[in-house]
């Protein structure tokens, strides 16, 4: 018994040794794209203390965590992150549904497609910020017109990329479908959509980037709440503190949208090879 015990124990003590490097490197791995954003951060801090940076030009990292608190404490960033956060979410669904809804019609039917493709490019061209007199003459300085230019901000991504992603598939695994006896809404289930979705979600996650984008320039319209707001606010007393931390707020609330876009992706294309291979080398 003893001496089963004495000859599995140094394969198990070899095998714990060489499960550490690989944690190390999933962990080094993992680590590696904020190292970037900590040597800036780093680096800010210091040129703010040291005298380097002019704080009439741009506040400390400490500076704006003093007036996140002191924002925190009062109610008030919370109150307008969560109005932002709001017009985001309603803006980005519209336009996504409308966009994706849009692109199936104009991706599956060649009618359709002549029909109504070129009337939807001519539209897209037009800058859709230069719209805001249009969209306050039209809904006054409520809500509709800055969830309208957040949709309109998304809508053309999510239908370039679905109209793509759907005429892309390749006919041969339609033809295969066809073989196997599928009905037409079978194979646009089973088939086209699948081989569209990687497309499909890379234009999802691109229109996200735009909707926070688009959002800023539409609380600027006349608005009480709102990140916007706040920055308008901040811009009329020359807090700079403000500013930045409402920029960093951006930052963060896009790189978080593009991380929850991402995992969503993942986990719907764990069938594709390369998202498969991804996981593994992970």
Known sequence: MTDAVDKTAPARIVEQQERVPGLLRSVGWHLLPWLLPFVLLVLWHWSAVSG???????????????????????????????????????????????????????????????????????????????????????????????????????????YINTVSGIRSVDPKLVEMGRSYGLT???????????GALQQILTGIRYALGV????????????????????VQDARELLRLDVIVLVILIYAAAGWL??????????????????????????
């Open 52 to 158: 380097h940076l002019n704080r009439s030009v741009l506040p400390g990292p400490l500076d704006v965590v003093d007036v996140a608190i002191s924002l925190i404490e009062r109610g008030q960033l919370q109150h307008h992150l969560i109005v932002s956060l709001r017009r985001v979410a309603v803006g980005f669904g519209l336009g996504a549904v409308t966009g994706l809804a849009l692109g199936i019609v104009v991706g599956l039917s060649t009618t359709a497609r002549q029909f109504a493709d070129l009337t939807i490019q001519m539209v897209r061209t037009v800058p859709h910020l230069a719209l805001v007199p249009l969209m306050i003459f039209w809904f006054g300085i409520g809500e509709e017109p800055r969830v309208l230019l957040v949709a309109l901000g998304v809508v053309f991504s999510v």
């Open 184 to 194: 037409k809404p079978q194979l646009i289930w089973s088939i086209i959509l699948p």
């Open 211 to 230: 909707a926070w984008l688009t959002l800023v320039v539409a609380e600027t319209i006349a608005s009480r709440e709102g990140l916007g707001f706040l």
């Open 257 to 282: 949208a593009d991380l929850l876009t991402r995992s969503i992706e993942a986990r719907l294309l764990s069938w594709h090879p390369s998202y498969s291979s991804r996981a593994a080398r992970s």
